[in-house]
């Protein structure tokens, strides 16, 4: 399909505001799952953190009891 002018190719045969409206809702939508998508690992790399630290601070209790009922 060819158009004589930018303002043709915009107005799409009197399709354009279907058209440009059908790509700004794609666009979105793309957009929209990859903000979830980043807000999501966000959220999980902090949970798994906070996890490490709980685990990692237990253990160290741990240790140290074992040396006290050691000493």
């Known amino acids: 399909m060819s158009f004589d002018s930018f303002s043709d190719f915009l107005v799409m045969g ?3 505001l279907y058209v ?3 790509y700004a809702t794609g666009l979105f939508v793309l ?3 990859w903000f ?8 999980m790399m902090k ?6 630290r709980r ?6 209790q ?4 074992e040396r ?3 000493a």
């Open 14 to 16: 009197g399709h354009g």
């Open 20 to 22: 440009w409206l059908c």
């Open 31 to 33: 957009g929209a799952n």
């Open 36 to 43: 979830a998508a980043r807000a999501a690992r966000t959220g």
């Open 47 to 52: 949970q798994l953190a906070q996890r490490q």
């Open 55 to 60: 685990e990692d601070a237990l253990e160290q």
């Open 62 to 65: 741990m240790d140290r009891r």
């Open 68 to 70: 006290e009922s050691k």
